[in-house]
């Protein structure tokens, strides 16, 4: 229900927002012509949006403190609509035949723009799988998780250049050199916290790129490296169009690739480790984990995709220099895993998608892309900080517990157990 | 090579204006993250929104042919006001609904803060580099030594100094300053002696966005253009320096910055100037691992 005050609210933080937007949002300097230009519709703009928009905001915030209440007293958290979907067959079947379809005659229905366009979505789908190992799973924010991908794609790029060695070998080459890059940045940065790290690895992304810009001799400078040749399938000449297909199949299969080992890493033995590392550092390593063997595998693995999406992105767009490399790119990577929901793949997965091919197919809202990813990280922390899709956490329970007749609830639960069969709830 | 004393000089002056900058917006890192252990990524944005509120205003005053002095004092209030509002709303919208959150929540927040304000000033401005005003005039007592240093840097070294004793006293002898240490020590303890924690935050992010407002107009005078990306690198510098001594501490944040200032300075000066921004970082990482507390810093263990 609206009442006066919650109105007297929304115009008071209308006002507020006017004030505050006035001479960035109103005033333009022209200061060679020595002209200004006052645009009072962009106040009136903001004003009523703000007032509109404040409504929402505290509707929001209430449901979110109601929720946080509820489960404070001890209700359940209702299942997510992706928990149900996951775990009932009959709907995760067809949806995943679906899906399979699509991308097997996307590039047979659509044309090549759309199927670059889709290939470029796939090598940032690989990429939000890579770091979501180290963000998502691990819980290390990674800021500069953009050099592994840029020592993917000059490793290709050199190598060609210098030793004439081709895609499939790069690939592999690449993918190790991440790998030991990821050791290298993970030993000095073993012993700090969160926070310490991510400014780090944003230094260290930003070491990376200024390097490759700086050392003319070595990775040609800001001008980069051309002529990269496009992988080869089997010793085929293939038509233009023809490759950018079978670029696009190579990527949906690394992809499912990925997918695969993600997913079989996260229910391994070290999975659970990156886990309980995420969630308490002190206690993993009261439970006997080795942290510092944790946090470098988790790095290696995270690099390792970055490495081999750069050498795929170095193959398919024949061209690299060190702008392709920005912080930014590292940041549209976390949008991708926060946006999608930290730790689950279907959503890392939904993530790229949404965020690398909605800006391609609504030119208009092209400009205001960083601006919407901005305000999206924001929101997502505050309403929705498990992402679109939240990662289901498998569930563990002992058999030999129940058949013995034991309640699930008497006595302590074994150790093992006691780890993972609390359900993600904070 | 012989010893040039007058180059070194200039080195040293120009190193101790760049670090003085690097402390003026060090000193926001430094208060709030002792408060609230928030590495405040939009820090440096807040630097860059002063420096375009007191480009923006100076050009208008300038137009209507305002005295030089009464458009330096606007400009300079405008951009500190303004700062002040932006961190405060900031803090309002992006940090405090994730108070109880895990800690990398306000650290993503604090990104998506960042990467908001940078493009709101792209596209609500410019890209291009504006022209920004000289507010501060060259003094003509200080020709003699103008050589070395200009009168914009020697501006900007005065005010860092004053801006350092003003928080030091606020900090060490207010009641406000009391009830800020209180916080950074336990916060839930604070709470229940009575202070009112909410305040006491938002009074830590309106001082640190004055001061680095303080620097944006500084920096902007003695820099001559400006663009929405300054905010960016001069924040991680910043950062660095908060870090390198020791954060939390604010003659910590201006050692810190001053000795960044000196080492890039001498570094660009005396080996080579192309990987001057390279040179933080690296420095950021060796600190961090030989001397995690920074200089002035106490190193910390981590509470369970």
Same mark, same amino acid.
Not at chain 1, 171 to 200: E, M, N, Q, T
């Given at each position: 229900?609206?009442?006066?005050?919650?109105?007297?609210?929304?115009?008071?933080?209308?006002?507020?927002?006017?004030?505050? +937007?006035?001479?960035?949002?109103?005033?333009?300097?022209?200061?060679?012509?020595?002209?200004?230009?006052?645009?009072?519709?962009?106040?009136?703009?903001?004003?009523?949006?703000?007032?509109?928009?404040?409504?929402?905001?505290?509707?929001?915030?209430?449901?979110?403190?109601?929720?946080?209440?509820?489960?404070? &007293?001890?209700?359940?958290?209702?299942?997510?609509?992706?928990?149900?979907?996951? &775990?009932?067959?009959?709907?995760?079947?067809?949806?995943?035949?679906?899906?399979?379809?699509?991308?097997?005659?996307?590039?047979?229905?659509?044309?090549?723009? &759309?199927?670059?366009?889709?290939?470029?979505?796939?090598?940032?789908?690989?990429? =939000?799988?890579?770091?979501?190992?180290?963000?998502?799973?691990?819980?290390?924010?990674?800021?500069?998780?953009?050099?592994?991908?840029?020592?993917?794609?000059?490793?290709?790029?050199?190598?060609?250049?210098?030793?004439?060695?081709?895609?499939?070998?790069?690939?592999?080459?690449?993918?190790?050199?991440?790998?030991?890059?990821?050791?290298?940045? =993970?030993?000095?940065?073993?012993?700090?916290?969160?926070?310490?790290?991510?400014?780090?690895?944003?230094?260290?992304?930003?070491?990376?790129?200024?390097?490759?810009?700086?050392?003319?001799?070595?990775?040609?400078?800001?001008?980069?490296?051309?002529?990269?040749? &496009?992988?080869?399938?089997?010793?085929?000449?293939?038509?233009?169009?023809?490759?950018?297909?079978?670029?696009?199949?190579?990527?949906?299969?690394?992809?499912?690739?990925?997918?695969?080992?993600?997913?079989?890493?996260?229910?391994?033995?070290?999975?659970?480790?990156?886990?309980?590392?995420?969630?308490?550092?002190?206690?993993?390593?009261?439970?006997?984990?080795?942290?510092?063997? +944790?946090?470098?595998?988790?790095?290696?693995?995270?690099?390792?995709?970055?490495?081999?999406?750069?050498?795929?992105?170095?193959?398919?767009?024949?061209?690299?220099?060190?702008?392709?490399?920005?912080?930014?790119?590292?940041?549209?990577?976390?949008?991708?895993?926060?946006? =999608?929901?930290?730790?689950?793949?279907?959503?890392?997965?939904?993530?790229?998608?949404?965020?690398?091919?909605?800006?391609?197919?609504?030119?208009?809202?092209?400009?205001?892309?960083?601006?919407?990813?901005?305000?999206?990280?924001?929101?997502?922390?505050?309403?929705?900080?498990?992402?679109?899709?939240?990662?289901?956490?498998?569930?563990?329970?002992?058999?030999?517990?129940?058949?013995?007749?034991?309640?699930?609830?008497?006595?302590?639960?074994?150790?093992?157990?006691?780890?993972?069969?609390?359900?993600?709830?904070? | 090579?012989?010893?040039?004393?007058? !180059?070194?000089?200039?080195?040293? *002056?120009?190193?101790?204006?760049?670090?003085?900058?690097?402390?003026?917006?060090?000193?926001?890192?430094?208060? /709030?993250?002792?408060?609230?252990?928030?590495?405040?990524?939009?820090?440096?944005?807040?630097?860059?929104?002063? @420096?375009?509120?007191?480009?923006?205003?100076?050009?208008?005053? #300038?137009?209507?042919?305002?005295?030089?002095?009464?458009?330096?004092?606007?400009?300079?209030?405008?951009?500190?006001? !303004?700062?002040?509002?932006?961190?405060?709303?900031?803090?309002?919208?992006?940090?405090?609904?994730?108070?109880? @959150?895990?800690?990398?929540?306000?650290?993503?927040?604090?990104?998506?803060?960042?990467?908001? *304000?940078?493009?709101?000033?792209?596209?609500?401005?410019?890209?291009?580099?504006?022209?920004?005003?000289?507010?501060?005039?060259?003094?003509?007592?200080?020709?003699?030594?103008?050589?070395?240093?200009?009168?914009?840097?020697?501006?900007?070294?005065?005010?860092?100094?004053?801006?350092?004793?003003?928080?030091?006293?606020?900090?060490?002898?207010?009641?406000?300053?009391?009830?800020?240490?209180?916080?950074?020590?336990?916060?839930?303890?604070?709470? *229940?002696?009575?202070?009112?924690?909410?305040?006491?935050?938002?009074?830590?992010?309106?001082?640190?966005? @004055?001061?680095?407002?303080?620097?944006? /107009?500084?920096?902007?005078?003695?820099?001559?253009?400006?663009?929405?990306?300054?905010?960016?690198?001069?924040?991680?510098?910043?950062?660095?320096?908060?870090? *390198?001594?020791?954060?939390?501490?604010?003659?910590?944040?201006?050692?810190?910055?001053?000795?960044?200032?000196?080492?890039?300075?001498?570094?660009?000066?005396?080996?080579?100037?192309?990987?001057?921004?390279?040179?933080?970082?690296?420095?950021?990482?060796?600190?961090?691992?030989?001397?995690?507390?920074?200089?002035?810093?106490?190193?910390? #263990?981590?509470?369970?």
């Amino acid at each position: 229900m609206i009442t006066i005050e919650e109105i007297k609210r929304s115009f008071l933080a209308a006002l507020w927002f006017v004030f505050l +937007t006035f001479p960035i949002m109103v005033i333009r300097v022209n200061t060679i012509e020595n002209t200004i230009e006052w645009r009072f519709h962009n106040a009136v703009i903001i004003g009523v949006s703000i007032f509109f928009l404040s409504f929402l905001w505290r509707y929001l915030m209430r449901r979110k403190e109601q929720g946080a209440k509820a489960l404070q &007293q001890g209700a359940t958290p209702k299942p997510t609509l992706t928990e149900y979907f996951f &775990q009932d067959r009959r709907f995760y079947i067809p949806g995943l035949t679906a899906a399979a379809v699509f991308f097997a005659v996307f590039p047979f229905v659509f044309s090549i723009y &759309q199927v670059n366009i889709m290939s470029n979505a796939l090598i940032y789908v690989m990429l =939000g799988l890579g770091l979501n190992i180290v963000v998502g799973l691990a819980g290390l924010l990674d800021l500069g998780y953009v050099a592994f991908y840029a020592i993917g794609a000059y490793s290709y790029a050199l190598l060609n250049l210098h030793y004439g060695v081709g895609f499939w070998l790069a690939l592999p080459i690449a993918a190790v050199l991440a790998a030991s890059a990821g050791v290298l940045l =993970g030993f000095p940065v073993l012993r700090l916290r969160g926070d310490y790290l991510a400014i780090v690895t944003l230094g260290f992304g930003e070491i990376i790129r200024l390097i490759l810009e700086n050392w003319n001799s070595f990775s040609h400078g800001p001008s980069g490296i051309a002529n990269i040749p &496009q992988p080869s399938f089997f010793g085929l000449h293939l038509s233009l169009e023809g490759n950018t297909s079978a670029v696009y199949f190579l990527l949906v299969a690394l992809s499912l690739m990925t997918i695969f080992f993600v997913n079989r890493l996260r229910h391994s033995r070290i999975g659970r480790a990156w886990l309980a590392l995420r969630e308490d550092e002190v206690a993993c390593q009261a439970m006997g984990i080795d942290r510092t063997k +944790t946090k470098l595998t988790a790095f290696a693995l995270g690099a390792t995709w970055a490495g081999m999406a750069g050498v795929v992105f170095a193959a398919k767009t024949t061209f690299i220099n060190p702008a392709s490399f920005t912080i930014w790119e590292s940041i549209i990577i976390l949008c991708i895993v926060v946006l =999608g929901g930290m730790g689950s793949v279907v959503g890392v997965i939904t993530g790229a998608m949404v965020l690398i091919l909605m800006p391609e197919y609504m030119r208009a809202f092209e400009q205001y892309r960083m601006l919407i990813f901005g305000g999206v990280l924001i929101l997502m922390m505050i309403f929705r900080p498990h992402g679109i899709i939240t990662a289901v956490r498998k569930k563990y329970t002992f058999e030999g517990l129940e058949a013995e007749g034991g309640a699930p609830g008497l006595g302590a639960p074994a150790p093992a157990a006691g780890l993972e069969t609390r359900s993600e709830s904070n | 090579m012989h010893w040039d004393y007058s !180059y070194f000089m200039e080195l040293f *002056l120009g190193g101790l204006a760049k670090g003085s900058i690097y402390a003026l917006i060090a000193l926001g890192y430094t208060m /709030v993250y002792g408060i609230i252990e928030l590495i405040n990524f939009a820090h440096g944005d807040i630097y860059m929104i002063g @420096a375009f509120t007191a480009l923006i205003v100076a050009s208008v005053l #300038t137009m209507l042919a305002w005295n030089k002095l009464a458009i330096l004092v606007i400009a300079t209030l405008a951009a500190v006001v !303004y700062a002040s509002a932006y961190g405060w709303t900031a803090e309002k919208i992006a940090y405090k609904p994730l108070r109880n @959150a895990p800690r990398l929540s306000p650290l993503i927040s604090a990104i998506g803060v960042s990467l908001f *304000l940078e493009n709101y000033v792209l596209l609500a401005q410019t890209s291009d580099f504006l022209p920004f005003p000289s507010l501060i005039p060259d003094f003509k007592w200080w020709e003699p030594y103008a050589y070395m240093i200009s009168s914009q840097q020697l501006m900007i070294i005065i005010v860092t100094a004053v801006v350092m004793v003003l928080l030091t006293i606020l900090i060490k002898f207010t009641r406000t300053g009391k009830a800020m240490r209180a916080t950074a020590q336990d916060m839930s303890m604070a709470i *229940l002696v009575g202070i009112d924690v909410d305040r006491v935050i938002s009074i830590t992010f309106i001082i640190g966005s @004055a001061t680095a407002a303080l620097g944006g /107009v500084l920096i902007g005078s003695s820099m001559g253009q400006i663009n929405f990306y300054i905010g960016f690198i001069a924040g991680i510098k910043a950062f660095v320096a908060a870090v *390198l001594g020791g954060i939390g501490s604010i003659p910590g944040a201006v050692l810190g910055g001053l000795v960044l200032g000196w080492t890039e300075s001498f570094f660009t000066g005396y080996i080579s100037s192309d990987y001057e921004d390279v040179f933080a970082f690296v420095f950021l990482v060796l600190i961090l691992i030989f001397r995690p507390g920074g200089i002035l810093g106490r190193s910390q #263990t981590q509470k369970v």
